[in-house]
Nanobody, 123 residues
Framework: QVQLVESGGGLVQAGGSLRLSCAAS????????MGWFRQAPGKEREFVAF????????YYADSVTGRFTISRDNAKNTVYLRMNSLKPEDTAVYYC????????????????WGQGTQVTVSS
């Protein structure tokens, strides 16, 4: 059984920064790719960022490219999402998820999910 626990969310002003963390347990974390998704009220869950098992490949949604950075520390079983230059439209619940293979941008291709952490950006 895989457990993913996000932390680091909060309230920040526009232009500010946050770093989200996702701690994994229950299996060999370093064997799997990881992703971050977000869901705003009344909207579908959307892809934010992806990182391969060894960190060698990353992908980002166009809306966050240049502002967000995904990284991982396999020794700590943790994946991070550094968010800079935050905008009010970044307000959402952010989820990390583990992928066994498939489309990096598709939530349906991720197997395990965390409970989410709220990020609120005020204008």
């Amino acid at each position: 059984q895989v457990q993913l626990v996000e932390s680091g969310g909060g309230l920040v002003q526009a232009g500010g920064s946050l770093r989200l963390s996702c701690a994994a347990s229950g299996r060999t974390f370093s064997s799997y790719a990881m992703g971050w998704f977000r869901q705003a009220p009344g909207k579908e869950r959307e892809f934010v960022a992806f990182i391969s098992w060894n960190g060698g490949t990353t992908y980002y949604a166009d809306s966050v490219t240049g502002r967000f950075t995904i990284s991982r520390d396999n020794a700590k079983n943790t994946v991070y999402l550094r968010m800079n230059s935050l905008k009010p439209e970044d307000t959402a619940v952010y989820y990390c998820a583990e992928q066994w293979g498939g489309r990096y941008y598709a939530a349906a291709d991720y197997t395990y999910w965390g409970q989410g952490t709220q990020v609120t950006v005020s204008s």
